[in-house]
Structure formats: structure tokens, C-alpha cells
T-cell receptor
Framework: DAGVTQSPTHLIKTRGQQVTLRCSPI?????VSWYQQVLGQGPQFIFQ???????GRGNFPDRFSARQFPNYSSELNVNALLLGDSALYLC?????????????FGQGTRLTVV | GENVEQHPSTLSVQEGDSAVIKCTYS??????FPWYKQELGKGPQLIID?????GEKKDQRIAVTLNKTAKHFSLHITETQPEDSAVYFC????????????FGKGTRLHILP
């Protein structure tokens, strides 16, 4: 079975540009979460989507947005990129059924803003 | 606010010895505590987790303990092997549909030959 897949794996953007990152969850998983991992730090929660609705939002500016599609895949959009947005962006999927919240992470998208 | 503190930030142990990583959390409502291992260029991988109604859990060479009163939880790795070298993250979460995972800053574990 395929795990969580993210695309692209690496991306270089210029300050002020916009970027879209994509995530496909494990088959059957309806919840997708996005995390930002700055070098040397733990992942920080950005968004959670469940059944196509936003269920949680972390402390990130409005430049960050996301959505979930009917097939449960998800996109993360970041507008007006800043140098500080350079990070590994991780997507996690979970079953969210009967109280379980085991999250399975993809390999991430490495975003570099220059 | 919600916070998870993790110590130490770096840990070097001789192959075959044990490694211990300790964490504390601030949110009293946290009831799910996963541990992740992250290797270079990869996403975090769940290695073990513990729920708040359990004080200890073991899986082969890995064990976790939880003290809810003190808001402490720990990871113990016994008989360490070279492949255990990685960054380990503790985390805390509320186990419901709206939860989010709060991660510690990570411990870089070096297994010395």
C-alpha cells in the first residue's frame, strides 16, 4: 500500500511568489494535516482538514491556506512568500475513527525561498 | 499555551547501551503521546505511542512511560544499534477529531561504535 505522497519533493521560489504543495493521503484516510518544519526544530501544526472541512488552524498568517478535495487529497497554498517560509512542509494523514489519531507523515516538500 | 519541552537536544551513547529521552507537556487535556523517528531527508515515522490511561508501554527494545500527574513522559531505547541514530521527537495531542500534534524540538541521537 502506498503511504502519504507529497509533490513536489523540492521547490525553489522567489520572495513574493506564490506556491502550491500537494498531498495524497493513505487510501481510506479522511483526515489530512499540514505541518511546517524549520531546520533544527520540530514540526509545527498549520492546518487540519477532515471530510473536506477545516477542523483546526495553527498560528500562521492568512498567507497560508489549504483545501481538501472529494478524494481527500489536499493542497497547501502560501502567498507572498517570505525568506522565513523556507522549510520542510509535511503532510500527515490519519483514519480518525474510533478515537485513533495515529498520524502517518509523507516525506515532505522542501521549499526554499530566495 | 500548548507546549512540549524535550531533553536532551543531543545524545551520544555507546552501541549496546541504553538511551533515554525525556519530555514534559503543558496542556492538561493531552491524552495521546506519540514518539517519532526522523531520518535525514524523510518525514517523521511513528515508532511508539501511549495513551493517557496507560502508564507504560513496551515494544521490543523501545519503551515509553507516562506520568500524567507530573506531565512527564519518556522514551527508553535499550541495546542501541547503529540504525537507531536519528532525530527523535516526542509529541502530545488530544485524541479527538479536531486534534493537532504538538511536537518537542527533537533529540539528535548518535550511536557510537
Amino acid at each position: 500500500d502506498a503511504g502519504v505522497t507529497q509533490s513536489p519533493t523540492h521547490l525553489i521560489k522567489t520572495r513574493g511568489q506564490q506556491v502550491t504543495l500537494r498531498c495524497s493521503p493513505i487510501s481510506g484516510h479522511k483526515s489530512v494535516s499540514w505541518y511546517q518544519q524549520v531546520l533544527g526544530q520540530g514540526p509545527q501544526f498549520i492546518f487540519q482538514y477532515y471530510e473536506k472541512e477545516e477542523r483546526g488552524r495553527g498560528n500562521f498568517p492568512d498567507r497560508f491556506s489549504a483545501r481538501q478535495f472529494p478524494n481527500y487529497s489536499s493542497e497547501l497554498n502560501v502567498n507572498a512568500l517570505l525568506l522565513g517560509d523556507s522549510a520542510l512542509y509535511l503532510c500527515a494523514s490519519s483514519l480518525v475513527d474510533r478515537g485513533t489519531t495515529e498520524a502517518f507523515f509523507g516525506q515532505g516538500t522542501r521549499l526554499t525561498v530566495v | 499555551g500548548e507546549n512540549v519541552e524535550q531533553h536532551p537536544s543531543t545524545l551520544s551513547v555507546q552501541e549496546g547501551d541504553s538511551a533515554v529521552i525525556k519530555c514534559t507537556y503543558s496542556d492538561s487535556a493531552s491524552n495521546y503521546f506519540p514518539w517519532y523517528k526522523q531520518e535525514l531527508g524523510k518525514g517523521p515515522q511513528l515508532i511508539i505511542d501511549i495513551r493517557s490511561n496507560v502508564g507504560e508501554k513496551k515494544d521490543q527494545r523501545i519503551a515509553v512511560t507516562l506520568n500524567k500527574t507530573a506531565k512527564h513522559f519518556s522514551l527508553h531505547i535499550t541495546e542501541t544499534q547503529p540504525e537507531d541514530s536519528a532525530v527523535y521527537f516526542c509529541a502530545a495531542s488530544r485524541m479527538n477529531r479536531d486534534d493537532k500534534i504538538i511536537f518537542g524540538k527533537g533529540t539528535r541521537l548518535h550511536i557510537l561504535p
